[in-house]
């Protein structure tokens, strides 16, 4: 199993007020799921991407990646994991305003140290792939929304990661763009067998999955196959 959690629990302290985000989520991935996350707001969804990539550290339960548990890591070692095993999409990019788009993609290697020389053929070959070929060296300024969530996934994959975490990716992108950013992760799923785990607000957008995680009040509400996806 690629992914296994063990009644995870995430208690946040707000002031005097504890708020229970997690309380106690089992679930185990496979290798080349795509698994969407659905849910209410504040019901966790963040909560618990944010858990599975290292980013926050659980009050009780473990995420295995791999057989390895993340909370046996130091807070270095847990950054350096991130860097080279999981790749993060997020909803507004995150991009760096004043790099190309070649060297935002690269950016996870530079920073762990690797030459540019060494990164650019993967950087100019996943930008390819995402149709981006003649916008290597534009900024993110000088691309479209859909243009720049394409950036970030190729950012995203090009460590080889293990996993990818994508929080809301098409939560800012009109719904023609949104789909085609959708078809990519899907591509990447079936052709490459690609293990993402997406949390989204639309249901469209969890057609294209595997997968669906339904969570209510920090519990898995549902879990299951996702709605067949409509023929337009
Ligand atoms: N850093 C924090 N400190 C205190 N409480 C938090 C913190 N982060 C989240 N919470 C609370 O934990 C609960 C779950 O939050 P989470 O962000 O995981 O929800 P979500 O399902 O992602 O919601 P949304 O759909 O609105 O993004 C909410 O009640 C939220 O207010
Ligand atoms: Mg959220």
């Known amino acids: 199993m690629l992914l296994k959690v063990e009644g995870l629990r995430k208690t946040y302290s707000r002031g005097e007020q504890e708020v229970e985000a997690l309380k106690g989520v ?35 339960g473990a995420v295995l990646l791999d057989g ?30 004043t790099l190309s788009a070649a ?16 990164i650019l053929s993967k950087a100019t070959e996943l930008l390819d792939r995402m149709g981006l070929k003649t916008r290597m060296n534009h900024r993110p300024d000088q691309l479209s929304g859909g243009e720049m969530q394409r950036v970030a996934i190729a950012r995203a994959l090009v460590t080889d990661p293990v996993l ?3 929080d809301e990716p098409t939560g800012n992108l009109d719904s023609a763009t949104g789909n085609g950013v959708l078809e990519l992760l899907e591509r990447l799923c079936r052709e490459q067998g690609q293990t993402i785990v997406m949390v989204t607000h639309d249901l469209a957008a969890a057609t294209y999955g595997t997968r669906l995680i339904r969570l209510r009040d920090g519990h898995v509400e549902s879990d299951g196959p996702p709605p067949v996806k409509s023929s337009h």
């Open 26 to 60: 089992t679930l185990e991935i496979g290798r080349g799921q795509f698994a969407s996350i659905m849910g209410p707001s504040g019901s966790g969804k963040s909560t618990l991407l944010h858990l599975l990539g290292g980013l926050d550290r659980p009050s009780a």
């Open 103 to 118: 060297e935002n993609v690269a950016l996870p290697r530079l920073l762990d140290g690797e030459p540019m020389a060494k």
């Open 164 to 166: 990818i975490l994508a």
């Open 68 to 97: 390895q548990r993340l909370d046996e890591y130091s807070d270095d070692e847990l950054s350096a994991f991130r860097r080279r095993k999981l790749g993060f999409i997020f909803q507004f990019f995150n991009l760096i305003p």
